[in-house]
């Protein structure tokens, strides 16, 4: 087994294992996140009606003409905006989903910069 299958088949067993525990309901939705090679992805979801309440990208307009810098910045951008987003739409309380992706890096800067914007894990 290559290394990029072992990792791809560690990522998939965290994701099944973290999404086991974690469900979305209309009281506390959940914030998923999802990081490419270059882009870092979040949606809120309520997972009892399979709805998407928001979604928030790097790719977003609101943020298309800040300078790119780090990665990390750019993810506590993105924590930011959601998070303002959510407190504009009602939304106080979320379930963290890391998608099977390891708490630490861009994931950690968008959890971080989600909470100083209001939201509470």
């Given at each position: ?17 973290v ?6 309901i ?63 739409q ?32």
């Amino acid at each position: 087994m290559e290394t990029s299958e072992k990792k791809k088949l560690a990522h998939l067993k965290r994701k099944k294992r973290v999404r086991k525990k974690i469900r979305g309901i209309e009281d506390r939705p959940r914030l998923s996140v999802f990081r490419s090679a270059r882009h870092i992805y979040l949606q809120i979801i309520v997972d009892t009606s399979g709805r998407t309440l928001l979604q928030v990208s790097s790719l977003s307009p609101e943020l298309k003409g800040l300078p790119a810098g780090k990665k990390a910045d750019m993810a506590k951008k993105v924590g930011t905006l959601l998070g303002q987003k959510a407190i504009a739409q009602g939304i106080k309380k979320v379930v963290f989903d890391r998608n099977g992706f390891l708490y630490h890096g861009r994931v950690k800067a968008v959890s971080e910069a989600a909470r100083e914007a209001g939201l509470e894990f």
